[in-house]
């Protein structure tokens, strides 16, 4: 549904599109449609410098119109969850949500005591409402009015599903990121992982071991949901660039093999072909999809090969070394390959050409693990580090060669994932209760945020 409102860009969006239970096995379902929108005839207001300080922006509760609880929890939701979004880009201000309790919710421009937001320096107030049109669906209207220019700077309509109103947060941070700051946000984005939170033992073994299955959460860890049951060891989860497939290292047939499972289809495949004998693991989708790069001992000794994510073709060898060549990772325009290798005697990252050409060394370490290469425009890789008794989080500059640190000792800090606008770097750590946890963090070390809570986590993959 699409409502005319003046100075607005209106998005049509749909929750129940948007919000897709997913399995590997039963009822094959369609991936969650991004909604089209529509771009203003005329540039919307943008209040601050996209480029200078940050503009202050404050989201009061928002406004249930229809008098039931359902809808007023709907409102409490969005109204919070919109201003956690905002505030893990820090593109913007956020003006903690209790300093202004005490001020009345505005309806509408007229409403709205700019004097009162002038004397807590906000710039921009997002004004919203929510109303159920049935028991299933509901309206949420939303303005961003500009406290210097008395005016709006943008306006958003939606009409969907009631099942989730955290989508509609996710989605209206994202819109307001854009249009505000020329950024393109990771509110709808999920993160894969590694998890033994419901402590089942694995199938067929005396010893009870626990098993490792893959889940996946939204960014901030809402959401979880199982995607394995397979009651074995599942591992190093990785995503598929169009977000409809996981890879991951499984031991379902008995040897650890390379798994794809393609969430929306209910199917699993095994592109690299493992047998009794060929083991694969650690998968990585190039930039397009098309192929997969992984570890093999295939060939007597654990090396980089790349296949085609739909099995066909020929299996290439891209490494050949006496030493182990480990945790493959892409570069975003799918020309080389970064890898961590043994072969100087403690593991090191290097990059080589996709075709195995022009091998070389990237890091010089103690020890190195699990290499990710960021998304365009940032060119650099990151990595788990030896740093003491545990690891820590580096970042190579592949420009200048340059290494930076994220993290300090805090635990043991390991498998880092760039988010796909490359600002954040997800990862595992034992910091503060010794479980491995999912953690986030800023590209320059700050904006700490944790995302899981249950069991051991770890081996984080962040979406596309």
């Given amino acids: 549904m699409m409502t005319s409102i003046s100075r607005y860009t209106h998005v049509a969006a749909s929750v129940a599109g948007l919000a897709v239970l997913l399995a590997t096995t039963g009822q094959a379902q369609q991936p969650p449609e991004r909604d089209q929108t529509r771009q203003p ?14 503009p202050s922006f404050a989201v009061p509760d928002c406004l249930a119109l229809t008098p039931d609880e359902s809808t007023a ?31 009345p ?81 990771v509110a709808r984005t999920r993160i894969a992982f590694v998890s033994d939170r419901d402590s089942e033992s694995v199938l067929g073994l005396v010893e009870n071991r626990q098993v490792k299955e893959i889940y996946i959460a939204d960014y901030d860890g809402a959401n979880t949901k199982r995607v394995t049951v397979s009651r074995v060891l599942n591992t190093t989860p990785a995503w598929s660039p169009d977000g409809r497939s996981i890879g991951y290292t499984s031991w379902l047939t008995g040897f650890p093999d390379v798994v794809v499972s393609h969430l929306y289809e209910g199917r699993m495949t095994r592109p690299a072909e493992g047998n009794i004998e ?36 020929d299996v290439v060898q891209i490494t050949n070394h006496p030493a182990i ?9 799918g020309q080389q390959i970064a890898f961590g290798s043994d072969r100087t005697g403690s593991p090191q990252i290097y990059v080589v050409g996709a075709d195995g050409t022009g091998t070389r060394r990237l890091t010089y370490e103690t020890y190195c693990d699990r290499p990710t290469w960021s998304p365009a425009p940032f060119n650099e890789i990151a990595f788990s580090s030896k740093t003491g008794p545990g690891h ?5 500059d592949l420009a200048t060669g340059d290494v930076r640190q994220l993290t300090f000792g805090l635990g ?53």
């Fill in 278 to 313: 060929d083991h694969n693991f650690l998968p990585a989708f190039s930039p397009d999809g098309s192929r997969i790069a992984f570890m093999s001992n295939r060939n007597g000794n654990n090396d980089i090969y790349v296949a085609n994510v739909d099995g066909t073709g």
């Fill in 105 to 185: 919710v505005a309806r509408s421009l007229i409403d709205l005591p700019f004097d009162r937001w002038r004397e807590l320096g906000a710039d921009g107030v997002i004004s919203c409402t929510v109303e159920a049109t049935s028991e299933t669906q509901m309206e949420i209207t939303v303005r961003l009015f500009s406290i210097r220019s008395l005016e709006w700077a943008f306006g958003v309509q939606y009409e969907g599903s009631n099942r989730n109103p955290r989508l509609y947060a996710h989605q209206l941070s994202d819109e307001i990121h854009r249009h505000q700051r020329g950024l393109e946000g």
């Fill in 412 to 464: 043991s800090n390991e498998s880092p994932s760039y988010s796909p606008n490359g600002r954040h770097v997800a990862f595992s750590s034992t910091r503060g209760s010794g479980l491995k946890q999912i953690f986030t963090i800023g590209r320059d070390g700050n904006g700490l945020h944790q995302v899981t809570y249950t069991g051991n986590n770890e081996m984080p993959s962040w979406s596309r």
């Fill in 41 to 54: 005839d005329e540039l919307e207001l943008i209040i601050g410098d996209r480029i200078g300080t940050q």
């Fill in 73 to 103: 929890e709907a409102a409490r939701t969005i109204a919070q969850v919109l201003w956690d979004d905002l505030d893990f880009e820090r593109e913007i201000r956020m003006i903690p949500r209790d300093v202004y309790r005490t001020i």
């Fill in 325 to 333: 060549d480990f945790s493959p990772t892409w570069s975003p325009n």
């Fill in 392 to 396: 820590d989080i580096k970042v190579i």
